[in-house]
């Protein structure tokens, strides 16, 4: 429920969270956040699970 008690917040500071919030609810999203290329050598030491 933290989803909504931030969606219909009317405090100032929650301000930018509510943007972000209803940006997702009216599916306005990034079309891309960013991409990364893996080595084999992290892939094989799986430090992406860290």
Known sequence: ???EE???STDDELKDARTKLQ???KRRLPKCVGET???QNMF???Q???
Request: cysteine-free; hydrophobic content about 50%.
């Open 44 to 46: 094989e030491n799986k």
């Open 23 to 25: 940006d997702v609810v």
């Open 37 to 39: 290329r893996i080595s």
């Open 6 to 8: 931030i969606l219909y």
């Open 1 to 3: 429920h933290i989803f």
């Open 48 to 50: 992406l699970l860290q």
